[in-house]
Nanobody, 119 residues
Framework: VQLQAFGGGLVQAGGSLRLSCAGS????????VGWFRQAPGKEREYVSA?????YYADSVKGRFTISRDNARNTVYLQMNGLKPEDTAVYYC????????????????WGRGTLVTVSS
């Protein structure tokens, strides 16, 4: 499955953005899909995943919401209450097992989209 993340941009602290992860080649609903981010000078970190349930890193719990639109073969990440520390390149990824997505050991990665949160 090929993945493409988009929807990033510049937003003020407290604002919202919705990222999209569009799948092609295969049906995305057959996969667990996750979001990861990498800030400048930092390692990539797990943000959220969706399989039969939704999972979140503690740093985004209560602010971010992951969801699917199977008709559009797309997974979304709704980000509310954005903070400057959320600034990063966001990547989506997919795997057959959600435990692999949460662990970051996935088979498929998409290109990232940059999110910049100004203070």
């Amino acid at each position: 499955v090929q993945l493409q993340a988009f929807g990033g941009g510049l937003v003020q602290a407290g604002g919202s953005l919705r990222l999209s992860c569009a799948g092609s080649g295969r049906t995305l609903s057959n996969y667990a899909v996750g979001w990861f981010r990498q800030a400048p000078g930092k390692e990539r970190e797990y943000v959220s995943a969706i399989g039969l349930s939704q999972y979140y890193a503690d740093s985004v719990k209560g602010r971010f919401t992951i969801s699917r639109d199977n008709a559009r073969n797309t997974v979304y990440l709704q980000m509310n209450g954005l903070k400057p520390e959320d600034t990063a390149v966001y990547y989506c990824a997919a795997d057959a097992a959600v435990r692999n997505v949460v662990a970051g050991t996935v088979n498929y990665w998409g290109r990232g989209t940059l999110v910049t949160v100004s203070s």
